[in-house]
Nanobody, 118 residues
Framework: QVQVVESGGGLVQSGGSLRLSCAAS????????MGWYRRAPGKLREVVAI???????TYADSVKGRFTISRDHAKNTVYLQMDSLTPDDTAVYYC????????????WGQGTQVTVAA
């Protein structure tokens, strides 16, 4: 059973920065994708950023130019650097991984709260 554990959330002022970390219990090359999602109060969960096994990245339009997803193979960890935060970024952020081998299971972390004060 793969485990993913997020860390790095917290309270920050508008315009500030935070870095989220997601540590996987196995090699990140076991995953076809690793990514970050978020769920704001009263809203559906949405994708924030994804990196695939080849290193290609995808971002939600709302975070392009402000957020950066990266990974550290040696630490089996994926990061989300969040800059120029606004109150609209307030949400619970979840890490997701999808296995590269069938049946391609999805694994989710427990979530980490990010709150951006105006």
């Amino acid at each position: 059973q793969v485990q993913v554990v997020e860390s790095g959330g917290g309270l920050v002022q508008s315009g500030g920065s935070l870095r989220l970390s997601c540590a996987a219990s196995t090699s990140i090359f076991s995953f076809v994708t690793m990514g970050w999602y978020r769920r704001a109060p009263g809203k559906l969960r949405e994708v924030v950023a994804i990196v695939n096994v080849g290193g290609a990245t995808t971002y939600a339009d709302s975070v392009k130019g402000r957020f950066t997803i990266s990974r550290d193979h040696a630490k089996n960890t994926v990061y989300l650097q969040m800059d120029s935060l606004t109150p609209d970024d307030t949400a619970v952020y979840y890490c997701n991984t999808r296995e590269i081998m069938p049946p391609a299971r999805d694994y989710w972390g427990q979530g980490t709260q990010v709150t951006v004060a105006a």
